[in-house]
């Protein structure tokens, strides 16, 4: 009775078109005064305790190193090494995105930031070079979404806040599936652009290659400051995060001058802004977990699948039809701080690792980006693009449905998520 009441009044709260995360607290709220004897005070104290942990500290941090790198000019450097690099094969420009993608993904670890820092800049040199407008929306909407998948990424924070796993392990664990993503979605890209003959670049020489990457290297620096530091013991992803805005700040102000002292004011309003938001929906959320949990609701799902002996197969296909219904109706940091902790114990107690079940969901996002009618992909590159989401719907499907594939991959092979902090001895 309890569990329909809760679910029931949050879908029916959602469809007046509330915010989410007031959804959520509304739900909590009418429960436990209606429903419960719980006293006001230990309401209000869960809601303070639930974003006092250190691991949330993060998200902020991560937020503000990726405006000062959208806005610092690191985005256009990293366009022209990827070019590069790429720029001579079928589809170029397209390969070029892809790349430039990722590596922004791998400093920003967000998939709108990337999508308006890397798409922006590079859709219309596609455009002015001949390649068709689809094709280059297609390609940096799905490759943009490699932000939450490749570290740092705040969906990965976010999941080990709501179920105490280590973000370190789940960085590390994204680093594969990130490059095999971004492999698979070039391989797409490659393939479209030779079957319909797109532009190509001339051959960059060795000398121009070098320079490029000298200019960008500042920012791919980063990379292994973040991540180096992290799996070295230097410092916790936390404190990475620190580390990352003010190497960010430096880098943006006094390294490439791309940006004045007078533009940062406005990108720190910008951070709070977005940090006050998630933090917000993660304060809502705990509650919501909090109260799934003294209802007993996630472990009494679990004992049911048990039960029914669905085994993990099952439950692993389940999970993934749900996550990628729940993408249609909201953003993935509402999805991850929700679902994370109904879904998580089940899981554990199917025996999954609770790594590769972050990566799964992690790619779950991705998919839920990248598709109508909430895909917040869809709704930056069609800001960029002037295009309507119907036709950006049109324009993404072939990637999408590699997305798909690599989703059924990371589900069913553990290995792929799993080995590199293994081999690194992180598990």
């Known amino acids: 009775m309890s569990t329909l009441f809760i679910f029931g009044l949050l879908i029916v709260l959602m469809l007046t078109g509330m915010p989410v995360s007031i959804a959520l607290g509304m739900t909590v709220l009418t429960f436990l005064f209606t429903m419960t004897q719980v006293p006001i005070e230990s309401v209000a ?30 985005a256009r450097r990293m366009i022209a090494f990827a070019t ?72 990965m924070v976010m999941y080990a806040v709501a179920t105490n796993t280590s973000i370190g392990q789940l960085f590390i664990a994204g680093v594969i599936p990130g490059i095999v993503l971004a492999s698979m979605l070039g391989g797409v890209t490659w393939y479209r652009a030779w079957k319909n003959d797109y532009p190509r670049l001339p051959r960059t020489d060795f000398k121009t290659l070098l320079r490029t990457f000298k200019d960008s290297m500042w920012g791919l620096l980063l990379i292994i400051i973040v991540i180096g530091g992290i799996y070295s013991g230097m410092f916790t992803p ?30 720190l309003l910008d951070s709070a802004n977005m940090s006050a938001m998630l933090l917000f929906i993660i304060a809502n959320a705990v509650l919501f977990s909090f109260l799934m949990t003294n209802e007993n609701i996630p472990q009494a799902m679990a004992q049911w699948m048990i039960d029914q002996n669905l085994g993990v197969v099952l439950f692993l296909l389940g999970v993934n039809v749900l996550l990628l219904l729940a993408g249609n109706v909201m953003e993935p940091s509402s999805i991850t701080l929700i679902m994370a902790p109904i879904l998580f114990p089940i899981a554990v107690k199917l025996g999954i690792d609770p790594v590769h079940f972050g990566i799964m969901m992690t790619v779950n996002m991705e998919v839920g980006m990248c598709h109508p009618p909430v895909g917040l992909n869809l709704f930056v590159a069609s800001g960029i ?43």
């Open 84 to 155: 590069a690099c790429v720029g001579h094969l079928h589809g170029g420009l397209g390969l070029a995105g892809v790349l430039a993608c990722a590596l922004f993904a791998a400093v920003s670890g967000s998939s709108p930031a990337t999508v308006v820092a890397i798409g922006s800049i590079l859709l219309p040199a596609m455009t002015a070079q001949g390649f068709p407008k689809r094709f280059g929306a297609g390609v940096i909407t799905t490759s943009g979404a490699l932000g939450i998948l490749i570290p740092p990424s705040i969906v």
């Open 238 to 267: 936390t404190e990475a995060a620190a580390m990352s805005a003010v190497y960010a700040f430096v880098v943006s102000v006094f390294v490439y001058k791309d940006m004045t002292l007078r533009q940062v004011p406005k990108v």
């Open 385 to 427: 693009t002037h295009m309507g989401i119907t036709e950006l719907t049109i324009a993404v499907w072939p990637w999408l449905l590699t997305m798909l594939v690599f989703l059924a991959l990371v589900t069913y092979w553990p290995t792929l998520s799993l080995w590199l902090p293994r081999m690194l001895g992180m598990m």
């Open 45 to 74: 104290l869960k809601l303070f305790t639930g974003i006092e942990h250190f691991e949330i500290m993060a998200i902020p941090f991560f937020i503000l190193a990726g405006n000062f790198l959208t806005h610092g000019g690191v």
